[in-house]
């Protein structure tokens, strides 16, 4: 269990805003302030590990970067002009058209109803399996395999 950012005793499972500032506190400590989410009560958890289905994730697809390139090649326009198009810098123009990596979820929707082009997928199939462990939270040894 966390502990609480007042106090510093565990069980801290109240999230409250204090003084402006979202806290997770305990229970004693979030009289203080705002509670903003009270602890859910505990799911009985069974000793196997469990498969669920989550929504459909939205990735950026692979080749975003030339889609990228192409288009505003087709619109016959500098990276200097694009940029003031899509209102960014062009040194962003620039790292998006060699290296997709630099590509936010965000920029990559702004785009794709700028340059009507397609450059957002949602993935087929995502399975989320968690381990048998009692914690709320993932752990490095939980995993999202994703089918394409």
């Known amino acids: 269990m966390p502990s609480c950012d007042m106090c510093g005793k565990d069980n801290a499972s109240f999230r409250a805003l204090i003084e402006g500032v979202e806290l997770t506190v305990c229970e004693r ?3 203080f302030g705002k509670v903003l989410a009270a602890p859910k009560p505990q799911e009985r958890r069974h000793s196997f590990s469990s498969a ?3 929504e459909p994730m939205e990735l950026v697809v692979d080749d975003a970067a030339t889609r990228i390139k192409n ?3 087709q619109l016959k ?3 200097q002009e694009f ?3 899509i209102n960014e810098k062009t ?3 620039q790292h998006l058209e060699h290296d997709a990596h630099h590509l936010s979820l965000d920029l990559a929707k702004r785009l794709e109803r700028i340059l009507h082009i397609q450059l957002v997928e949602k993935a087929k199939e995502v399975v989320v399996q968690k381990s048998s462990q ?4 993932f752990t490095l040894g939980d995993f999202i395999r994703i089918k394409k």
Do not use: I, M
């Open 29 to 31: 400590c979030s009289k």
């Open 52 to 54: 669920t289905k989550a």
């Open 71 to 73: 288009k505003r090649e």
């Open 77 to 79: 326009l500098t990276q």
């Open 83 to 85: 940029a003031k198009l």
């Open 91 to 93: 040194s962003v123009v």
């Open 134 to 137: 009692k914690t709320e939270a």
